[in-house]
């Protein structure tokens, strides 16, 4: 496996907490983002199965709506092309990021989709350069 294969793989696993099956892992195809906001960030596609998207906002923070809105992307993203999962891994050093709660914030979009999961990670965590 690629080495950058390989980072996403450990990435998602490790510190997402993924439980998808070894084959899933198999095909793993890392894009640039086309968000909603202006960010920097990766489209990651694990087997068809797991959407992530990977997304630094190492010199501003995101307001609540512009998160909302990524995380809207993400959920419509996942559901038009079949994946089971969306989890957007956010990147930040921002206190205002970090007082966000990931998964109250999620549920009080998304009260009934259990199939999306919000990550707010220091820039260190980020897995690819």
Do not use: W
Not at 28 to 42: H, W
Not at 46 to 65: C, H, K, M, N, Q
Not at 70 to 81: K, V
């Amino acid at each position: 496996m690629p080495t950058q294969q390989h980072a996403i793989k450990t990435f998602v696993q490790q510190t997402l907490g993924c439980g998808c099956p070894e084959e899933v892992f198999q095909t793993i195809q890392c894009d640039r983002l086309d968000a909603p906001v202006t960010v920097e960030g990766r489209r990651i596609n694990i087997g068809d199965r797991l959407l992530v998207y990977l997304v630094s906002t190492e010199s501003a923070s995101l307001t609540p709506s512009e998160l909302s809105e990524l995380l809207e992307s993400g959920r419509n993203d996942r559901d038009s092309h079949g994946f089971n999962r969306f989890q957007l891994a956010l990147f930040s050093e921002s206190d205002r990021m970090a007082s966000i709660e990931p998964q109250a914030f999620t549920r009080k979009l998304y009260p009934s989709d259990d199939k999306i999961h919000l990550h707010i990670l220091a820039p260190q965590h980020h897995p690819l350069p």
